[in-house]
């Protein structure tokens, strides 16, 4: 048996990773535990836009913190970086309701502190020259972008091995018991200290610990187009927040939204649903007409989790000493660097820069501590 | 169209799909229209299984490009299995959809090439590649070509090359004499194929073509177009330069299982039936309930175990379906079953000499392309094997290898066997998931004529 770390972070994805290098970075002995491998989930499928105008209004201090650490993750992770671009986004509405929507919506945004303004279908056509004219108006925010998220175990991983941190792969977690004995597919590890940062699977891992966390899980689909001319330099997204395009320096277009295939927990995504993939690249093709012209390559589908009211998971585990959580973001992906830095200050005693999420919340009454 | 043809006659209502604008497969590739082409056995042979399709009452969508496939188990959990929904790209451009309550995938291989110096340059062409040129086209790769690889494909291609009227410079053979040898008592099961791979050969010998047993092609060389290859012995040894205007080269055949991975079926590796096949029974049937594979896409035996394999699936689907009891199922099943075993044994044995042959992937020189989508190298792989990527999909992750429009079906043998030799064996590193679209597939058929309206875009998240 190994001696005890002073942490155990459980989940790989960007949570996880976050987490486990910050509290590495504050001096801590960690171990990171992941039954796949890194950032293979989540945080390795998703469309990796950096948005303002999808997040939830009460995420924009975070997400604009976070978008800042993408654009510098060179700086402060050793070197791994994942192509983030920096480019302005655009939101657009199509239908006198769209607009009505894309106006509140920008509002709140606004007021959270991303700095969206509304303008005509002329101007964001300036911005935008790939752009229907079909559009009836456009919120415009400077600051936007996207990265390859496909690089986000690569980019993590040797940072993460310099700071020391015991990363495992391929080594699931089966339970968890007080004190902490981890009990895991290569024998017991034992830590002061307990990170959840398991993405969908964290209502089975605040099980273990006899936390009943109902975690939605979402199976997002994503599509992607062979190399094309440029047709597009933005980050282009709908008043709905169901339509997510951009195009990367190599051609492809990501065409995204959050439409729904066929999947679950147990057997990850599974396959497109016919009528999601056709709406959501008819979404796209209506959004840049360019797009007719393209070949569809590949598609997939990842799962992202959704708590209750849809707001974060992170905090201490009420009840249970020295456990915490970590997931659940709505466009986690976004702001999951700066999460896991929030976290792994609380964690070390600091007062965290942001307020955490904490989940008293979600649980039943006789659960909250 | 063995398959078809059996389930068909058999009373079941079929369609079957194929992207070509004839049904004979590669084999039995008929020509296109307008091109008079001189009858050879095999020609004969699919017309008359052509023939026996035509007159089985079975619908078939020829010039139809299977895309997607979906339904059976790909559903949410809990619920049952659903129709097999199989989209497809017709001849005019349009998306249609079919649904089946039962699905045979008879899908082929596609060639392996294991790269080299200069294998991307025009010039260099697939063995596969060049069979297509001269079966259906009649078309030459080349003035004065080198005809290298592995299998029983390079004295087809090179006989009939010589018998068109150009020059074949080598026939480069990765496998020795003995290996030719070691196959004979298998392919006594079947005589003709001896017979006419004997006429290949005495044809070339005739024609002074230089035949180079265990010898490997070094280098393609030439600035912007082929103009020479070199060679050298497998064991190490000198060098040799051949001048050439073309090199048709093949490491042997890959069976196609995009679709039985997108479905999740079991599948195991098999270096000798062409790489990783699906899992299955006897009778076909795969892990998957009422998906069947069949022929060279369920693991390589060659063109005489494909109609056996093929009637064999049709004949399960049938029964699984209650189309047929199961008396008349026994009864039915054991001529192909029979013949299947027979085929099989002399398919087998080539298929052994075309299996992969890890030393040409450990010569590969580390600067050298493999994924030639997406530019990446043999090197590239490597690093990111040592940064800690151990299986297909996340190499393909960390490298982009395999993202591009073939999907990893030209460099996936290369590089996952790249990766094998780093993580211990071919079912660690695994495979990449299979995914729709099987093949590139344009928008503008997808889309079709929509109003903004008709889009069902869900509701949105909370503010
Ligand atoms: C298709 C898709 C597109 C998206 N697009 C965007 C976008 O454009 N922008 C954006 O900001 N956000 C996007 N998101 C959301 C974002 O990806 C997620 O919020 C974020 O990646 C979640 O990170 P995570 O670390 O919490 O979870 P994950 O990345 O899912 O990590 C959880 C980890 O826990 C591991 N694990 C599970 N069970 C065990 C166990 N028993 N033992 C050990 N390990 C275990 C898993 O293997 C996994 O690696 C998208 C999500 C999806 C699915
Ligand atoms: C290019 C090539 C040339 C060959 N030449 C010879 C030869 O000359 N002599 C020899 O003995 N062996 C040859 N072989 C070996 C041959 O594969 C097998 O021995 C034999 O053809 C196996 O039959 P099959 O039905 O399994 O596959 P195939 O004959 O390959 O038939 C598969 C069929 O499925 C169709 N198909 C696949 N995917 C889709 C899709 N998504 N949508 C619609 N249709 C689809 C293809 O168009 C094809 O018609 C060749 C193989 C290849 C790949």
Same mark, same amino acid.
């Given at each position: ?22 509290? =590495?970075? $504050? ?14 989930? +989540? ?22 913190? =976070? ?17 983030? !671009? ?8 199509f239908?006198?309701?769209? !607009? ?8 709140f ?13 002329a101007r964001?056509?300036e ?7 079909? $559009? ?12 390859? /998220? ?8 040797? $940072? ?20 902490? #004995? ?17 993405? !969908? ?44 395009l ?9 065409i ?15 396959a497109?649903?016919?009528? #999601? ?5 008819r ?10 012209? /393209? ?46 830095? %929030? ?13 955490? &999420? ?11 501590a | ?52 399709? *035509?007159?089985?009452?079975? !619908? ?44 045979? %995938? ?23 590649? +060049? ?61 003709? %194929? ?30 912007k ?9 497998l ?26 991975? *997108? ?35 369920s ?8 109609? $056996? ?16 009891? #199961? ?7 054991? +001529?192909?079953?029979?013949?299947? +075993? ?8 080539? =298929?052994?000499m075309?299996?992969l ?17 997406e ?22 992750? &960390? ?16 590089? *996952? ?12 590193a ?11 597939? =344009? ?21």
């Amino acid at each position: 048996m190994t001696a005890p770390y002073d942490v155990a972070v459980i989940g790989a994805g960007v949570m996880g990773c976050s987490t486990a290098l910050h509290l =590495a970075r $504050a001096g801590m002995k960690v171990v990171l535990l992941d039954r796949g491998e890194i950032c293979r989930e +989540a945080s390795g499928v998703n469309a990796g836009t950096l948005t303002m105008q999808m997040t939830r209004a009460a995420l924009i201090p975070y997400a604009l913190r =976070a978008h800042a650490m993408w654009m510098r993750m060179g700086e402060w992770c050793d070197g791994g970086h994942v192509q983030a !671009v920096d480019c302005p986004g655009l939101s657009v509405a199509f239908t006198e309701h769209e !607009v009505a929507m894309l106006e509140e919506r920008a509002h709140f945004r606004r007021q959270a502190g991303a700095p969206i303004e509304i303008v005509s279908t002329a101007r964001a056509r300036e911005i935008e020259p790939g752009l229907s004219d079909k $559009a009836l108006l456009a919120g415009h925010c400077p600051i936007d972008g996207f990265t390859s /998220a496909y690089l986000t175990g690569r980019a993590f991983r040797p $940072a993460l091995l310099n700071a020391g941190v015991d990363l495992r792969e391929r080594c699931a977690v089966r339970g968890v018991q007080p004190g902490f #004995s981890i009990d895991t597919e290569e024998g017991e590890i034992r830590a002061t200290r307990l990170v959840l940062a398991g993405g !969908v699977w964290l209502q089975d891992m605040a099980a273990w610990l006899g936390i009943t966390l109902p975690i939605k899980v979402l199976i997002n689909q994503l599509v992607v187009t062979e190399r094309l001319p440029p047709v597009m330099r933005t980050v282009l997204g709908v008043a709905s927040g169901l339509l997510s395009l951009k195009q990367y320096a190599n051609g492809t277009v990501l065409i995204g939204g959050g439409w729904q295939g066929i999947g679950d927990r147990q057997r990850g995504g599974l396959a497109v649903k016919p009528d #999601s993939f056709l709406g959501n690249v008819r979404l796209a093709a209506h959004t840049i007409p360019a797009l007719r012209d /393209a070949r569809v390559v590949r598609s997939w589908l990842g799962l992202e989790a959704e708590t209750a009211d849809a707001l974060p998971a992170i905090g201490p585990i009420p009840g249970v000493a020295d456990a915490w959580i970590i997931g659940s973001v709505h466009s986690g992906y976004t702001s999951g660097p700066y999460m896991g830095k %929030l976290l792994a200050q609380a964690i070390c005693g600091q007062a965290p820069e942001l307020p955490l &999420f904490p989940i008293d919340r979600l649980l039943a009454k006789d659960q909250a501590a | 169209m063995a398959a078809a043809t059996e389930a068909a006659q058999r009373g079941a209502s079929v369609v079957v799909f194929d992207e070509s604008p004839a049904p004979g497969g590669q084999v039995y590739r008929a020509p296109p229209a307008g091109y008079a082409m001189p009858a050879d056995p095999d020609r004969l042979e699919g017309d008359a299984l052509r023939a026996a399709l *035509a007159a089985s009452g079975a !619908v078939v969508k020829t010039g139809h490009r299977v895309w997607g496939v979906g339904g059976g188990p790909l559903v949410p959990l809990g619920e049952d299995a659903a129709p097999f929904r199989i989209d497809a790209l017709a001849p005019d451009g349009s998306n249609s959809v079919t649904e089946a309550r039962a699905l045979v %995938l008879a899908t082929g291989t596609h060639e392996r090439i294991i790269p080299f110096p200069g294998w991307t340059l025009p010039g260099v062409l697939g063995l596969a590649a +060049a069979t297509i040129l001269l079966k259906a086209n009649g078309v030459l790769p080349g003035r004065r070509v080198v005809v290298a690889g592995a299998g029983p494909l390079l004295y087809a291609v090179a006989a009939k090359v010589a018998k068109a009227g150009a020059t074949v410079a080598a026939v480069v053979d990765l496998a020795a004499t003995s290996e030719w040898l070691a196959a004979l008592p298998a392919l006594m099961a079947r005589p003709d %194929l001896l017979t006419r791979g004997a006429a290949w050969r005495a044809s070339l010998t005739l024609k002074g073509v230089p035949i180079l047993p265990a010898h490997r092609i070094v280098a393609a060389e030439g600035d912007k177009v082929l103009r020479r290859v070199r060679v050298a012995p497998l064991g190490g040894g000198e060098e040799r330069v051949i001048d050439c205007d073309a090199l048709t080269i093949g490491h042997g055949l890959v069976p196609a299982t995009e679709a039985t991975r *997108a479905f999740r079926a079991a599948h195991r590796y098999e270096a000798t039936a062409g790489g990783w096949v699906p899992v299955l029974d006897e009778d076909r049937r795969t892990s998957i309930a009422r998906l069947y594979a069949c022929g060279d896409g369920s693991g390589v035996r060659g063109a005489a175990a494909a109609p $056996a394999s093929g009637r064999l699936a049709a004949l399960a689907a049938l029964r699984d379906l209650g189309l047929i009891d #199961s008396t008349t199922h026994a009864t039915a099943r054991s +001529a192909p079953a029979a013949n299947f +075993a027979r085929a099989a044994r002399a398919g087998g044995a080539m =298929a052994r000499m075309m299996a992969l042959r890890p030393a040409l992937v450990a010569a590969i020189p580390p600067d050298t392309i493999i994924c030639r989508c997406e530019g990446v190298t043999r090197a590239q792989i490597e690093a990111a094997v040592t940064d800690g990527a151990t299986a297909m999909n996340q190499v393909k992750q &960390f490298t982009r290898c395999g993202m591009g429009p073939c999907q990893g079906r030209m460099c996936g043998e290369a590089a *996952a066997e790249l990766v094998a030799a780093k993580v211990g064996g071919r079912e660690k590193a695994g495979f990449a998931t299979g995914r729709v679209p099987l093949r590139p597939v =344009a928008m503008d058929a997808l889309l079709g004529d929509f109003d903004y309206a008709d889009i069902p875009v869900p509701r949105p998240a909370p503010i």
